[in-house]
């Protein structure tokens, strides 16, 4: 007797994290090394780039691309900008652009569409028509970072603000099975959202302060802050030591957040969210999540530990896969 498939079309669902996404890689490779083919390819972001190059046959040149990566390659295919973004991400998509050599997305091996975000309304869009070059652009548009792309009269950027990983979407596409990849589940070191918010230790009156001293003389004597240059705060600028327990004070060594960091965060911890949210509502079928809470948003250049990571995520989860798809 002949066995039927248990599912008529996998789709695969690629999540948004932009230097992470080189795991996505390594976790096609692991799944067609155990003969998983998906039918339809749907991507956010970085997903929707790997996802394209995928369905369009091009994975092994991609994998050579990223792995010749080095921090002085990806600082070369940086166009600084001052309007919408600070980079321009001409250079960045030239290099696809040459690979899909103007194809539209109907030319490519699998069904593959997009996610992109409207800027204005916040409106999610699915990208599957049109040029193959113009849907991923417009998807990997981190705010802030790469410029906004108009499309049709409105200004799109990265599809994470509305959906990280695109589960809907495979399934709009007629998936039966969904197989997610989410590159976003251990970024922020295991914290917890939804659990209650550590005490802070209470700040220090005024009076306990001035208490502290034996004299108004050993008060007056009492070491003032001062700024890096040496010289006393201006009043209006000066650190309010209410604010501080004078038992652990702030480490020398502390200082702002620099720009990119705290935009990396800052998409990490949007990523984070909205991801559980929507996850919890549109479960995949198969959900897989490297371990990639080491590695920044903008490690392009560390691509060969990202796709080994993607491969080890799919064959630590082979055993639910095949009995999900029912391969034993």
């Known amino acids: 007797m002949i066995r039927r498939p ?3 079309r996998i789709g695969l669902a690629l999540g948004g994290g932009a230097a992470r996404g080189w795991a996505h890689i390594g976790a096609i490779r692991a799944l067609q090394g155990a003969g998983i083919r998906p039918d339809i390819i749907c991507g956010t972001s970085i997903g929707a780039l790997v996802g394209a190059v995928y369905a369009n046959g091009d994975l092994d040149w ?3 691309w990223v792995s010749r990566l080095t921090w002085q390659t990806v600082l070369r295919l940086l166009d600084l900008r001052f ?7 001409k250079k960045v998509i030239d290099v696809f652009a040459t ?4 194809r539209s997305i109907s030319e490519l091996h699998l069904p593959f569409a997009a996610v992109a975000t409207e800027l204005d ?6 990208l599957q028509e049109g040029g193959i070059v113009e849907a991923v652009r417009a998807s990997i548009a981190i705010p802030g970072i790469f410029t906004p792309v108009l499309h049709e009269g409105v200004w799109l950027v990265d599809g994470g603000l509305s959906n990280p990983v695109p589960v809907s979407l495979a399934r709009a596409m007629r998936a ?6 989410d590159l976003n589940n251990d970024i922020l070191n295991g914290r917890d959202f939804g659990g209650p918010t550590p005490e802070l230790p ?3 009156a005024m009076e306990t302060l001035a208490a502290d001293t034996e004299t108004e003389a050993e008060a007056e004597a009492a070491p003032v802050a001062l700024r890096r240059n040496g010289k006393p705060w201006p009043k209006w600028l000066e650190p309010n030591p209410a604010y501080y327990d004078v038992h652990t004070p702030p480490k020398p060594s502390a200082r702002v957040p620099s720009l990119v960091s705290s935009i990396g965060q800052s998409i990490d911890i949007m990523q984070v969210r909205i991801t559980r949210s929507r996850l919890a509502g549109e479960p995949a079928d198969i959900l897989i999540q490297p371990r990639l809470g080491g590695m920044r948003i903008f490690d392009f250049h560390h691509a060969a530990p990202a796709i080994e990571e993607g491969r080890a995520a799919v064959e630590r989860m082979m055993p639910a896969i095949r009995a999900r798809l029912g391969m034993d």
């Open 99 to 102: 690979q899909f050599n103007g």
């Open 83 to 89: 309007s919408g973004g600070l980079l321009g991400g």
């Open 176 to 181: 039966d099975c969904v197989i997610a990849i």
């Open 6 to 8: 248990r599912y008529k």
């Open 62 to 64: 991609l994998e050579q």
């Open 202 to 204: 209470p700040p220090v």
């Open 121 to 126: 309304t916040g409106r999610e869009v699915w």
